[in-house]
Structures are given as structure tokens and as C-alpha cells.
């Protein structure tokens, strides 16, 4: 194959890959955190998706209950509750998915509470801010 040629197909797969690209949303990230991240700021771009997973137990009656969700910044795309493997009872993760859809800064503040038990103080807390650029 002659240089021109292999210049020449080099050249066109560039410019197909190039093209190919054009237009594409930018590349979006998923930052997952956890209850280490209590008090602490996460700074995401728009379109990125925070997954927030913290222990609960709600077989006790407790759950976390949002005070705070950061909106307009950020929106709640999915909420579940996912049980540990060991025995019946013994708790398990309750994850959230949220997305930033807009440039700002807001904060999420849970407490961990039972719900019938709202003029009690939360027996636990977690904080965040989350700034969107």
C-alpha cells in the first residue's frame, strides 16, 4: 500500500470519527457517596448523577426522611430501599439517584427518624451541599 493510501484511509477515519462525535451530550459522571461525606460539599457539572447510599433499618420504624433536596439544583430521579443479605430484620442500604439539572447550589439534609415521632430530635443526621456548575 502506498503512502498516499494509507495517508488518504487514515485521514478519512479521522475526519468519520470526528463527525461521528459532533454533537454528542458531554460526558457525564456518576459520583456515588456515602455517610462518610456527612458535612462535606460535592461539586458536580450539569448532567451528572449523584448515587447517596446510607444504612437504615426501617423493620425498627426508623427511616430517612428528606428536610432538604436541594432543588431546583438537583432532582430525585429514584428512591429504593435494598435489604442486607443476613437475617430477616437486620437492615440494609437506602440509595438515592439524583441528577443536577442546573447550574447553582443547594443543600440535602436527611434525618433518620421514626415518623410518629416527629417532636423527638432525628436520631441521626447527614448533610450536603452540592454545587452545580
Same mark, same amino acid.
Given at each position: ?80 430501599? &435494598? ?23 443547594? &443543600? ?9 415521632? &416527629? ?15
Amino acid at each position: 500500500m502506498s503512502a498516499s493510501r494509507i495517508f488518504a484511509t487514515t485521514a478519512t477515519l479521522l475526519l468519520a470519527l470526528g463527525v461521528s462525535c459532533f454533537g454528542r451530550a458531554p460526558h457525564t459522571k456518576m459520583v456515588a457517596i456515602d455517610g462518610s461525606y456527612d458535612g462535606r460539599e460535592v461539586v458536580l457539572n450539569a448532567g451528572d448523577e449523584l448515587d447517596l447510599s446510607l444504612p437504615e433499618n426501617p423493620t425498627t420504624g426508623f427511616r430517612w426522611d428528606f428536610a432538604a433536596k436541594a432543588e431546583p439544583v438537583c432532582s430525585i430521579v429514584k428512591s429504593e430501599f &435494598k435489604p442486607s443479605e443476613g437475617p430477616p430484620g437486620s437492615g440494609g442500604t437506602h440509595r438515592w439517584l439524583l441528577k443536577a439539572e442546573r447550574s447553582g447550589s443547594g &443543600k440535602i439534609e436527611l434525618e433518620y427518624r421514626r415518623p410518629w415521632e &416527629k417532636d423527638k430530635p432525628a436520631a441521626r443526621t447527614f448533610h450536603l451541599t452540592i454545587r452545580v456548575r
